[in-house]
């Protein structure tokens, strides 16, 4: 579990919220930390998704964007490797 989510899921009760900043960065960090966490319960990493996303996404057709999500670019990846 990376640093942040760790002191995520420890916290309870609301004076022992992280503080953001205001409601855009705390929604910002709510996105990344279930980002992290999918990732992880998919055995993903998060930062090989997100640079092999960035890398392909500019040149991916728009009707095909589901190819990109979580579960089935893994699937992909693997039956690639394979």
Same mark, same amino acid.
């Given at each position: 579990?990376? +640093?942040?989510? =760790?002191?995520?899921?420890?916290?309870?009760? %609301? %004076? *022992? $919220?992280?503080?953001? +900043? =205001?409601?855009? %960065?705390? $929604?910002? #960090?709510? &996105?990344? !930390? *279930?980002?992290?966490?999918?990732?992880?319960?998919? +055995?993903? /990493?998060?930062?090989?998704?997100?640079?092999? &996303? *960035?890398?392909? &996404? =500019? !040149?991916?057709?728009?009707?095909?964007?589901?190819?990109?999500?979580? /579960?089935?670019?893994? #699937? !992909? %990846? =693997?039956? !690639?490797?394979?």
């Amino acid at each position: 579990m990376t +640093g942040l989510m =760790s002191v995520l899921c420890t916290m309870n009760g %609301r %004076r *022992s $919220r992280p503080y953001f +900043g =205001s409601d855009n %960065r705390g $929604r910002t #960090a709510a &996105i990344l !930390a *279930s980002f992290v966490v999918t990732c992880n319960r998919l +055995g993903i /990493d998060p930062f090989t998704n997100l640079r092999d &996303i *960035s890398a392909r &996404i =500019s !040149a991916h057709k728009q009707t095909r964007l589901d190819e990109l999500l979580l /579960d089935k670019w893994q #699937a !992909a %990846r =693997s039956v !690639a490797t394979s």
